[in-house]
């Protein structure tokens, strides 16, 4: 070779190496920390090209070196022979390491760009930005060189932190600073971010730089903002509390808790035992068994009363669960509520109802007296009671009865009937002086008309009081006097039923020897005031005439309820009532059938007539039931029947009126009755009867279908079946009797029957060798069921029995309708190591965003669905696409209603894992299930 080609080649070769060391070294290729693993791998791969190609040919290259060097002594020039192979291995060894920079380079980058949080670099100014860091500082490549990380600083920061920021990163770019994290706010585009940062000192490209990494956390903020809010305000107190034999700590209380109980987070947290202190006396006891029950099942939902700081007590309720359980210390969080109001009602309008019931039976004044203050009390609306009349000789009230009946109250006190007098001031002295019928005392301690007795209402824990006026006759005054032991316990919503309360007295009084009054309460509504469903089969018994009838009922009336309050839906309903009767005739009778039903009886008119009528109620209604400036739409479903037209016994026409409300819909809200809704009414009758022998006498059967393994062949599992026949030996259809027991509320009763006889089952066959894991289907109820969970380990516990042979199956359509419900009952099923499984998949079209926040075992892919798969692709293809995503979701497949091989073997090569169908068994009873597996399972 000539000298000017080697020299050529030494060029070459030269000018390869400046291109490589220019690629180290301008090429940004960032030699960061976190890329330790990458630089000993290169550092392995130069030495392996340095020995065994770079270092021969170097030290040719320096023999050449010298040669030039001493030529001009010499004269004489002795050139080293490079051979072609060994340039062309150095440019080849060139070529590969600095591809094999660029690879690592490009793989650096893309991590880079990746991570969920911001990477820059600056010397002072930015040198690199990774792709999250440009995003949320709004910057690209060209723009970031202009700029510096200071100049991103929200103006609001104090001047103190401004001058440390600065500082560190000056000394950054000095390289004396070490690593730091802080949080800090940055200014971009108007919106501040609010970002977690952690900085240090590196090189880069030579000289020494900064670095930032940083998370935006402006989102988790205004979360931490809004909670805080949430727990200011949300008047429900969370607390977080551990139990050890020596009593409970309270760890964490929201706030709430000073306005439900006055005390501070932090005087409850100080005080040891503070919770078991202040529960009420009576109520400590059944706590206590209701606790034993919650170690047990790791849920507890109760209410009781506990004190407040003021030294009275109010109701709340309590939700909580266990946390953890180790070692005898269990760790708790739970909730509180105040559910005063709730229990006020509660007890008001059972004390109303049973009062009633009194006033019917009493055969003299003095027992119905003392029956009416007794309920009162025994029904916890108070706590004592008594009933004065006015003495006009003496000018005082005078007890008559009280209850309970050791309380001397009512006669160690004096109310007199002189205004002039502070002792006339009171609840009673105003009833009494006819002033109003109902007078409320809501807090003893401040009441000033209350001040000459409060000492001793106070040493009775007698906090609140209310008197009522009892209508009787001219010549005489009576009131009932109730007093109960929290403050604010009588407040004006209570009002419209104390009214009735003494107004029911007054009737049951001034006819009790006559009983005609009696009788008006049995033929009238309290309520409203109107007449009742006694009144309206009363009317149909004595009916000659042709006539109509509408069955009304309120749509979502416990709507108004919720929204409104009891006393306001109460109201409404009277208005509605009144309304009613507006569009009708005066001859016409509105009836009140109880809760938000009505029945119109017109006389002389047919169904054509009646529909007009009540076409025209459903217009007006509509419209708006006008209630303190409040316009509240009402919306109605109606049911017609006439006589004779429909019935020639008028005693039926109620009846026949029902059975047409009970077929109508959201898109038919007018029924008129035909014969064939009596008989399917009959038959359901029939129906409900037989449901409530079988639930009482636990008279279903169950029949057991095999799941097959489809790759082994073996049996693992099985689908617990009901089956129930009616009065005359014949099946009745599972779907129809489902539909009717839930209709019923009865469906949470049924499956605690067939999980009971599905464990006894398992019991047994553990014994004779059956392995199998049963699935049971549940229903929406079951799952909104508190004690589902706590009876099913209760009998799992009793049958010596694991969860992991139980299934329970939930319709996809269950899963749409209450996901969020649905997904915390399955993650506590899974939890205590019972299997998930989603029945009929594909029937409620959830979406895939739906079924992936399902945490299940098993997808049930619906029959409806297999029975297509060898006749039309797309049913096809949509079956495989269900396969993919259970796999994806780690869950299994099971096929519903296979019927013929071929179907098997498409499932089997699609990935199916179960095959439940008619091909290898129909549903047994339990004896044929058991020898069917006996045969079938190896």
Not at 844 to 871: C, P, T, V
Request: one cysteine or more.
């Amino acid at each position: 070779m000539s000298i000017s080609k080697k020299f050529i080649l030494i060029y070459s070769i030269l000018l390869i190496l400046g291109t490589l060391l220019f690629e180290i070294w301008e090429g940004n290729y960032t030699l960061l920390p976190d890329i330790v693993n990458i630089f000993v791998l290169t550092v392995l791969f130069f030495s392996v090209i340095y020995f065994i190609i770079i270092k021969p040919i170097g030290n040719k290259l320096r023999q050449l070196s010298q040669e030039v060097y001493n030529l001009p002594e010499n004269n004489k020039l002795d050139l080293p022979n490079f051979s072609e192979p060994e340039l062309q291995d150095l440019a080849d060894a060139v070529s590969s390491a600095a591809y094999e920079l660029r690879q690592q380079k490009n793989m650096l980058d893309w991590i880079l760009d990746h991570i969920p949080a911001g990477v820059v670099i600056y010397q002072p100014n930015i040198v690199y930005a990774n792709q999250y860091a440009l995003e949320h500082l709004s910057l690209d490549i060209k723009s970031m060189h202009k700029v510096k990380p200071v100049d991103f600083l929200a103006k609001h920061i104090d001047e103190k932190t401004k001058k440390q920021l600065y500082l560190l990163m000056k000394n950054r770019i000095k390289g004396i600073e070490g690593r730091k994290s802080y949080n800090t706010e940055l200014y971009v585009n108007g919106q501040t971010l609010h970002v977690f940062a952690v900085s240090d000192t590196i090189e880069y490209n030579g000289k020494p730089a900064g670095i930032i990494t940083f998370i935006d956390m402006t989102e988790l903020r205004w979360a931490e903002f809004e909670l805080t809010l949430l727990q200011r305000y949300l008047p429900v107190v969370a607390y977080h509390v551990t139990i050890t034999k020596e009593g409970e700590k309270f760890y964490y209380i929201s706030n709430a808790i000073e306005e439900l109980t006055g005390f501070t987070p932090e005087e409850v947290k100080s005080q040891q035992n503070w919770w078991y202190q202040h529960v009420h006396p009576d109520d400590k006891e059944c706590i206590n068994k209701r606790k034993e029950k919650f170690i047990k099942n790791e849920k507890f939902q109760s209410q009781y009363r506990i004190l407040r700081k003021d030294g009275t007590y109010i109701w709340i309720n309590e939700q909580i669960v266990i946390l953890e359980n180790n070692n005898g210390v269990k760790e708790l969080a739970g909730f509180w509520r105040d559910s005063t109001r709730e229990k006020i009602w509660q007890f008001a309008h059972n004390a109303l109802a049973k009062a009633n019931e009194g006033m019917l039976r009493a055969k003299s004044e003095s027992l119905l007296f003392k029956y009416i203050c007794k309920v009162l009390v025994d029904s916890g609306f108070c706590c004592y009671a008594w009933i004065g009349k006015a003495d006009l000789e003496q000018d005082k009230i005078v007890p008559l009865y009280s209850y309970p009946y050791d309380e001397t109250y009512a006669s160690d006190i004096t109310i007199t009937l002189n205004q002039e007098l502070l002792t006339s001031l009171g609840p009673t002295g105003e009833v009494a002086s006819k002033k109003r019928d109902i007078s409320l005392n809501t807090d003893t301690r401040t009441n000033e008309n209350i001040k000459p007795w409060r000492e001793e209402m106070i040493k009775r824990k007698f906090f609140s009081s209310a008197a009522i006026n009892i209508d009787s006759d001219k010549n005489k005054i009576l009131t009932l006097n109730i007093y109960a032991d929290l403050p604010g316990w009588f407040d004006e919503t209570l009002i419209p039923l104390l009214t009735t309360l003494g107004r029911n007295i007054g009737f049951a009084l001034s006819d009790l020897n006559s009983r005609e009054r009696l009788k008006y309460l049995s033929y009238h509504d309290s309520l409203c005031g109107i007449l009742n469903i006694n009144a309206l089969k009363s009317r149909l018994l004595t009916l000659k005439q042709p006539a109509a009838i509408a069955v009304i009922n309120i749509r979502d009336f416990s709507t108004v309820n919720l929204n409104f309050g009891y006393s306001v839906g109460n109201s409404i309903l009277c208005r509605t009532a009144t309304v009613i009767k507006s569009c009708v005739a005066k001859k016409d009778k509105l009836y009140h059938l109880g809760g938000d039903k009505f029945a119109l009886l017109v006389i002389n008119a047919d169904k054509k007539c009646m529909e007009g009528i009540a076409k025209r109620i459903q217009k007006r209604l509509a419209e708006g039931v006008v209630y303190e400036n409040h316009s509240i739409p009402i919306f109605l479903r109606i049911g017609i029947a006439a006589t004779p037209e429909d019935c020639s016994d008028p005693t039926t026409l109620h009846e026949l009126g029902m059975s047409a409300l009970n077929f109508g819909n959201s898109s038919r809200s007018i029924t008129k009755f035909e014969p064939w809704m009596q008989e399917v009414s009959r038959t359901r009758l029939m129906l409900e009867s037989t449901i409530h022998k079988a639930i009482n006498e636990e008279s279903f059967e169950l029949y057991y279908q095999p799941i097959v393994n489809s790759s082994s062949g073996k049996v693992t599992q099985c689908e617990a079946l009901i089956r129930l026949n009616d009065q005359d030996g014949k099946p009745i259809r599972p779907d129809l009797m489902i539909s009717v027991a839930e209709d019923l509320g009865l469906i949470t009763q049924i499956t605690r029957i067939i999980i009971k006889k599905v464990l006894l089952q398992q019991k047994i066959w553990r014994s004779k060798g059956v392995n199998v894991r049963v699935a049971v289907n549940i229903s929406a109820a079951d799952i909104e069921d508190p004690e589902f969970f706590p009876n099913l380990q209760e009998m799992l516990l009793k049958n010596g029995l694991n969860s992991d042979i139980i299934a329970l199956e939930i319709t996809e359509r269950t899963t749409v309708e209450k996901t969020d419900v649905v997904r915390d009952f399955i993650d506590y099923a899974r939890s205590i190591g019972i299997a998930i499984e989603i029945d009929d998949f594909g029937v409620a079209h959830s979406s895939l965003h739906e079924i992936s926040q399902i945490n299940f075992d098993i997808l049930k892919i619906d029959k409806s669905f297999i029975d297509r798969i060898l006749i039309d692709e797309r049913n096809a293809e949509i079956v495989r696409f269900i396969i993919h995503m259970a796999t994806q979701l780690q869950a299994q497949t099971v096929a519903e209603g296979v019927e013929k091989q071929e179907q098997i073997d498409w499932l089997k090569d699609n990935g199916c894992d179960f095959i439940q169908g008619y091909i290898y068994s129909k549903p047994l009873p339990t004896d044929e299930f058991e020898a069917w597996y006996n045969v079938h399972k190896k």
